[in-house]
């Protein structure tokens, strides 16, 4: 008799993580044609969210986070265990406390395009997951889109930084002047 226990633990996990990634393109498929324009803004509310998905597998794993590499390889885990190992990433370490995520292959992407979806109604998921997750997991760092496949380019770069503070106008003219 087939049971959950005989089937190994790599291939439940594949299958969930599949599932996973291609569940957005199904939502959006079914879904956006019958909400219309308001679902783009309801969407990205529910991935705002993910992010306290991943702050909570984060601390569950005890997962590093407090250097910009670290943050940039917490990030890449969490996308591979909620999306798939068919993320195909890569972390650059960068001096000044920066570093990037090269994804090189992205299955929400992939799932998208053969849902019929737009490469921006891709990106707005991704856009709204990694945006929210870096600060929820460390408010000191912030990410940026530098290159989208989404948007046409061979690969997506996702830098990460410190959040630079913002200059007081002291700090631009020290003499006060207007």
Request: one cysteine or more; a neutral charge; hydrophobic letters at 45%.
């Amino acid at each position: 008799m087939a049971g959950i226990n005989s089937v190994p633990d790599e291939v439940k996990w594949r299958i969930a993580a599949e599932f996973s990634a291609i569940l957005p393109a199904l939502y959006d498929r079914v879904f956006r044609a019958a909400i219309g324009d308001t679902y783009s803004t309801m969407e990205q509310k529910v991935w705002l969210e993910t992010s306290v998905i991943v702050a909570d597998m984060v601390k569950t794993l005890s997962l590093p986070h407090q250097t910009a590499k670290q943050l940039a390889e917490t990030v890449d885990t969490a996308m591979k265990i909620l999306f798939g190992p068919e993320f195909k990433n890569e972390v650059l370490d960068i001096p000044g406390d920066s570093a990037v995520i090269i994804v090189r292959r992205c299955p929400i992407l992939a799932h998208a395009s053969r849902s019929g979806l737009t490469g921006e109604q891709a990106f707005n998921k991704c856009m709204a997951f990694t945006l929210a997750s870096v600060p929820m997991l460390n408010k000191e760092f912030s990410a940026r889109f530098v290159r989208t496949m989404c948007t046409g380019d061979r690969q997506c770069e996702i830098k990460i930084q410190k959040v630079l503070a913002p200059e007081s106008s002291m700090a631009k003219d020290p003499d006060n002047r207007a």
